[in-house]
């Protein structure tokens, strides 16, 4: 049976539009939800799709817009860039099913209100995405993915305006994402790192759909609007298709608040000891700044060269960018200590109006960068301190 229907399937994609075999009046279209799971990083912002079922035609297909290939040359660098490619594809409704089942996640059906004519527009439109020309796409996390196609297509193809009666409280995009991620600092960490203070804005209720479970609820609430004035309820039936596993979360000792507060521990044990012995550590800044450096050029690359249009501003930039890497220079060779005493000096300014200005900076800025920040803080300072001492002694032996 299910060979049967995903041959149906294939030859109606293959056939042209003039040909297909229009859906029956026992069929509907839904929209699936399927809720957040810990398996996988892309996976704790839950899932949503469109399905398709014909009884008539022995037909129960489901349109996925959340299909990607790690296996593609550079995916990461076009993922950082900005560049990533997902595709429409078209599964069995009892495969797509199990396989988040399989998951843990709960699987909910909202059965779309629609006119037959609405349905059958709806389904002539996913069978001309899901065409092989058609069917790849530029994603955008917050702006175009699974969850905002499927929207599109329904307020495209109704007859008038899908009104959404939902009112979530007032968010920013990065409040919404850090809720699915409450879970797993260190991805809140990462997304923090990367995203710059577009991320900081409040999303009005419609940017908040390419949340799925955000934009199941605002289905659930939502009725379309007719050219003459009636109103009906947009979903007619939810139906819960798989219950949720609750998954047990192990807590995180060494989180990055928790790692912050000991590289600034180290650090003020590492400057404790130089002053005790009278020395200079010289490869710890080697190493400190090399690494800074490093962060820094993933900062600056999101930041002018990726086209995500959440990365641009960055106030991170005044602690991690590509001029540290130069300074790694500075610090190991002796005779560039005076450019190295300019270079600590600039960077102990810009620092200290960072951490002086914290609060007063548009963009959220993750606890734990508070403990790095004061760490760099730390060796500049005590640089320029060095370097003041040492010029005051040789002016008394003078």
Not at 3 to 8: F, G, S, T
Not at 328 to 344: D, G, I, R, T, W
Not at 389 to 398: C, D, H, P, S, T
């Amino acid at each position: 049976m299910r060979r049967v229907a995903l041959l149906y399937l294939a030859i109606v994609l293959a056939l042209p539009l003039s040909a297909q075999i229009k859906l029956s009046d026992q069929a509907w279209i839904s929209l699936l939800t399927c809720s957040p799971s810990e398996e996988a990083i892309f996976t704790v912002y839950g899932h949503t799709a469109i399905r398709v079922c014909d009884p008539a035609a022995n037909m129960d297909a489901v349109f996925n817009y959340g299909m990607f290939d790690f296996s593609k040359p550079n995916f990461i660098y076009r993922f950082a860039k900005g560049e990533t490619d997902y595709r429409l594809a078209v599964a069995h409704f009892k495969r797509f099913l199990a396989d988040y089942a399989m998951r843990g996640s709960s699987v909910t059906e909202q059965v779309l209100n629609l006119l037959p004519e609405e349905r059958a527009r709806i389904w002539e439109a996913l069978v001309i995405n899901a065409e092989p020309e058609n069917a790849v796409y530029r994603y955008n996390f917050f702006y175009d993915n699974c969850a905002t196609r499927p929207v599109a297509i329904v307020e495209k193809y109704v007859e008038g305006e899908v009104v959404y009666n939902h009112q979530p409280k007032p968010q920013t995009f990065r409040q919404l994402i850090n809720d699915c991620a409450r879970n797993k600092p260190w991805l809140i960490f990462g997304t923090e790192l990367a995203l710059g203070s577009p991320t900081d804005k409040i999303a009005t209720p419609h940017e908040e759909l390419f949340l799925p479970l955000y934009l199941e609820a605002a289905f659930d609430k939502a009725t379309v609007k007719s050219p003459d004035g009636t109103e009906r309820k947009l979903v007619s039936q939810t139906n819960i298709l798989a219950e949720e596993v609750p998954e047990e979360i192990e807590k995180e000792f060494f989180t990055p608040l928790v790692c912050s507060l000991l590289f600034l521990a180290v650090m003020l044990l590492l400057t404790w000891l130089e002053w005790r012995k009278k020395s200079y550590y010289r490869w710890l800044d080697c190493l400190l700044f090399l690494i800074a450096g490093i962060a820094g050029v993933i900062i600056f690359f999101l930041a002018f060269v990726s086209e995500h249009p959440a990365t641009w501003p960055n106030w991170l930039v005044l602690w991690l960018h590509p001029f540290h890497l130069a300074a790694v220079v500075l610090f190991a060779v002796k005779k560039f200590n005076k450019a190295a005493y300019y270079y600590h000096f600039i960077n102990f300014a810009a620092l200290t109006l960072m951490l002086l200005g914290w609060y007063f900076i548009p963009q959220h800025l993750n606890t734990a960068f508070i403990f790095l920040v004061a760490g760099f803080w730390l060796r500049s300072a005590v640089y320029l301190r060095r370097e003041k001492v040492k010029k005051a002694l040789k002016q008394e032996n003078k």
